[in-house]
């Protein structure tokens, strides 16, 4: 593997994924595999989950890591190409990317989209400029539109849970109070319309009319405005707010009544709720279901260790 | 040691204390020990001694170390229970506690007292929610009430200076500028309550009227509004201010004439001068003090990392 | 070597340049060296390449780091002696610098001139503060009025990039947007003046009326107020924005037709360009020339871990 930016990069998905099952049954086997190897994560953007545990799974492989909050211990970035720099930037992506590139093996980059310009967010300039400029391997900790070690993580904690062959994936929109990217639902749809296909199971999309996601990254999910015909059977519930695709970055204030209690549930058949984390409680997802039996998310938090580990691993074999 | 949050979590002081000495003889004796274990360290509030002293502890232990400045690289935490969060707060302490617990075999927390409702303070709210939710052994850093790490590092200074078989021990309350914690104070009477009994010697509080610290950490300890009295045969002076605890938080403008200098130190058996640092000079304690050959500031700072890495080993020997 | 914080820190500056050379090669050779030492790297102001090149340099040596940005994770720090502390700052340089040389084997130290107080900058008084009471060796990471580890990685790029045995070397004054301190410049000047003696080479330095540098850093440097001058023939451009110390810390907002772009380039003898980054694009350097064949500015980036573990080697090698 040279990138790890989306599930696109990935050749055979069945095989990662066993392979992380593996992975986490003995974190430290291949301890030697990193040594003398740097890696750099950079974060444009705060960080809890991808923060530790991308650090723990490169420790597991023996690696040195370096953490750089870029955006409060660096300088400021200019991702602009021909404008003169008389104004408050003070790097060049250019510059900063190449010299990153000089001092690490490989690189991580956590980057938000800005949600007002979204030909800009979609062209994923700043991921992609950092790739292009850096030139060493880079690994995606959430870009403008996609987050595919955290969709990497929730497929290994649906393999983990699955109590039938093809079980029912639902992705469930979630109201919220502020507006939010579309990274990790565009990223869990592109994963699970991938495993429809390669490993098996069945994926729908609930969610109010307007707020459809990006069809590029849908293409095999069903789609649905009806929540309760959504959640009938379902096995796995993803329960996420995002922003709108077509006015962009628009909050939808509506929604309420798409929070999944624990009434909802029972429309299930007694799903396992997923949450990528961080949640709103008693927005989003009620304190009720998080709390209750159903609920993976310390699971799925805790496989994003598996899913960097398996990254890093494939990336470091690769160099 | 399953936690350290007081002189309570331990069994035999007086076998501890010894087993300090040793460990500072022999800082890399125990590398092995923490061969694959991560210490995840959570800083809410600001810290140099702590920060540093700790992490050298556990790199001595062979350890890998994750700082984490919550406050600043994460989201902003919900405390409370059974609250909608609708507000600024982005994720509850129950997930992000739990999270962070799956990443790491232990934690360290710092989380100081906010000083406007005593009871919650007194309480330690964040930290046993921290520790509730986790599931991992839990290292106070410093928490609403008590800093064990300091005061264990203290009792070892105190061992290595005494010239006496039952030296004199003084808390004395120092002037400041603004109101701070009683966490270092009440953990320095806790320990010197228990040293009292277990290992000896005579520990004495002088403080102003309406100082008095929290009865609960002061039993045996004798009290007293007379400053020079206290230092009248005193081997040991630990200086420190902190804020009212009957009118809970309230800064004391008064006692300037609680300064230690050179001549309130003539009053003493040539005592040792003792500050958990940072400390403001000339105003809690004269800078001729802090210059002079009685200081043991620096000791007590160099001995952090020999009680912070005593308590690592007793809760790796207890994984 | 016990310290680094100027060229006068080394005995045998061509012999330390070969080393450097070999240690290039070898990055892991050492690894043992560094077994149970910490590096402690204390940052009070913003840092990319420092940050980064100074960790991995430690990590190829097999040292621990432990980074520090002592702004906004520790405490503020007073460092004017005798003064009563019952204002802002909490923290004392004296038990600061102390406590964190109790920590460390070596400490790094970044601290930028406040560009007000001319004798104050020019004294090093913190830098100097922070050697006297840390009581370990200290490397410089930028002081307020030099740069040694970017300078020593400018010679190594010089030395692997020369074509001739006697290279001419011009310093060239950059336009700017705002006020900058001379610790790059007057760092280059003082490795170049000793170079030219010790390696061989020929160095010029070229800034508009009114900028000279410290003349005690610029001893045996050609000096011109022309430009065009001073790049004909020229093998290597070193292009930098300062300051003036005559009139200190003032701005030149004059100056933009000092901005090297490929038509001034054509005046050199195909002359290799570089720059210490971070570099503001179109106004001290044409993009033109940084994205051209002659840019040497990410090999310099690069060689700061080849000066850095020199350095830190040296260290080690006398503790």
């Keep these: 593997m040279k990138k790890f930016t989306s599930v696109s990069d990935i050749e055979d ?3 990662l994924l066993a392979e992380a099952l593996r992975n986490k049954k003995q974190p430290f086997a291949d301890k030697a595999k990193g040594a003398n190897k740097t890696l750099g994560l950079i974060f444009m953007n705060p960080s809890l989950r991808t923060r530790l545990s991308t650090q723990k799974a490169a420790l597991n492989l023996g690696m040195n890591v370096i953490v750089m909050n870029i955006d409060k211990e660096g300088w400021a970035l200019e991702f602009q190409d021909g404008c003169v720099m008389n104004g408050s930037t003070v790097e060049h992506i250019r510059e900063a990317a190449g010299v990153m590139g000089q001092y690490c093996d490989l690189l991580g980059l956590r980057s938000f989209p800005g949600l007002v310009n979204r030909d800009e967010d979609y062209h994923e300039e700043i991921l992609n400029k950092f790739i292009r400029f850096c030139g060493v391997p880079v690994i995606s900790m959430e870009s403008a539109t996609l987050h595919p070690l955290q969709s990497f993580a929730d497929l290994i904690t649906i393999e ?7 079980p029912k994936v639902v992705l469930a929109w979630a109201p919220h109070v502020r507006s939010l990217p579309q990274a990790v ?5 592109e994963w699970m319309c991938r ?5 098996g199971l069945d994926f729908v999309i609930a969610q109010p009319e307007g707020l ?5 990254f849908t293409r095999g999910a069903g789609i649905t405005h009806n929540l309760d015909e ?7 519930v993803y329960v996420k707010n995002w922003s ?10 509506d929604g309420q009544d798409w929070m999944i209690d624990n009434r909802k549930l029972k429309l299930t058949s007694n799903a396992r709720v997923m949450h990528c984390l961080p949640v709103r409680r008693d927005v989003e997802l009620a304190a009720e279901v998080l709390d209750g039996p159903n609920s993976l998310v310390l699971q799925q938090a805790a496989n994003r260790v598996v899913s960097a580990q398996t990254v890093l691993k494939k990336i470091l074999e690769a160099l």
């Design 13 to 15: 998905l069945p095989s």
């Design 160 to 166: 983990e849970n699955k109590t039938k062959k093809h």
């Design 185 to 189: 639902p565009n990223s869990f749809s």
């Design 195 to 199: 495993a429809q296909k390669e490993i």
């Design 212 to 216: 459809e996601l990006n069809p590029e």
């Design 230 to 236: 959504a959640l009938r059977g379902a096995d796995f």
């Design 244 to 253: 709108s695709y077509k006015n962009y970055g628009q909050f939808h204030a």
